[in-house]
């Protein structure tokens, strides 16, 4: 397993970046439209850490692993499957891959295919 997005929704965008540049010794960059205006920075490995805010005032900060998967329509069939509740339904993202969000066991979890 890898994950290939780790999306963090925060209402202090500056300030999760600036504790993670100074404790990793990485930069964050612009914020990317196509990502939710996420400040982004390198994964180890691969895959990006995003940190952008709430796109909605309803929208509570979360932490949610995308994992890596080659066909994400079976992985989302295999979720649901499994009891996960699909929350997006497979999304193209111009430039970044196709995602899905699903919740399961009280946590938001997401997939990712390039």
């Not at 952008?52 to 994400?72: H, K, M, Q, S």
């Not at 009891?83 to 995602?99: D, K, L, N, R, S």
Request: with cysteine.
């Amino acid at each position: 397993m890898r994950i290939q997005y780790l999306e963090i929704v925060s209402k202090d965008v500056d300030g999760v970046c600036a504790a993670y540049e100074a404790a990793n010794g990485v930069r964050f960059g612009a914020p990317d439209p196509g990502l939710g205006h996420a400040r982004t920075a390198p994964l180890a490995g691969g895959g990006l850490v995003g940190v952008r805010g709430p796109l909605r005032t309803t929208e509570e900060p979360v932490v949610r692993p995308y994992w890596l998967v080659a066909d994400i329509e079976a992985a989302v069939a295999a979720v649901v499957q499994a009891g996960g509740f699909v929350a997006v339904e497979p999304t193209p993202i111009p430039g970044h891959g196709t995602f899905a969000i699903y919740l399961q066991g009280g946590n938001d979890h997401g997939l990712w295919q390039l």
